[in-house]
Nanobody, 115 residues
Framework: QVRLVESGGGLAQPGGSLRLSCTAS????????MSWYRQSPGKEREVVAI???????NVLDSVKGRFSISGDNAKNAVYLQMDNLKPEDTAVYFC?????????WGQGVQVTVSS
């Protein structure tokens, strides 16, 4: 059973930074597509950042230049660095690992950006 556990969420001021971590129970980086999603109240879940392999990443246009995704094979962890946060970044953030028919989600972590 693959488990994904997110951490690092919380309250940040506009312009501030947070780093989310997603720790997997097995090694996923390099074999699974790792991604971060977010969902705000009343909105559909949207993909924020994707890492197909280490060094092959992409982020949502609205967060380009502010968010980045990275991974650490040794720690079975994927990170979402979020800088220059804006109130519209407020959402529950989810980690996802996909490979063929395999599709695993974390439980989500709340990020609130407010002064």
């Amino acid at each position: 059973q693959v488990r994904l556990v997110e951490s690092g969420g919380g309250l940040a001021q506009p312009g501030g930074s947070l780093r989310l971590s997603c720790t997997a129970s097995i090694q996923l980086i390099g074999t699974y597509i790792m991604s971060w999603y977010r969902q705000s109240p009343g909105k559909e879940r949207e993909v924020v950042a994707i890492m197909a392999t280490v060094g092959s990443t992409n982020v949502l246009d609205s967060v380009k230049g502010r968010f980045s995704i990275s991974g650490d094979n040794a720690k079975n962890a994927v990170y979402l660095q979020m800088d220059n946060l804006k109130p519209e970044d407020t959402a529950v953030y989810f980690c996802r690992a996909t490979k063929g028919a395999y599709d695993h989600w974390g439980q989500g972590v709340q990020v609130t950006v407010s002064s």
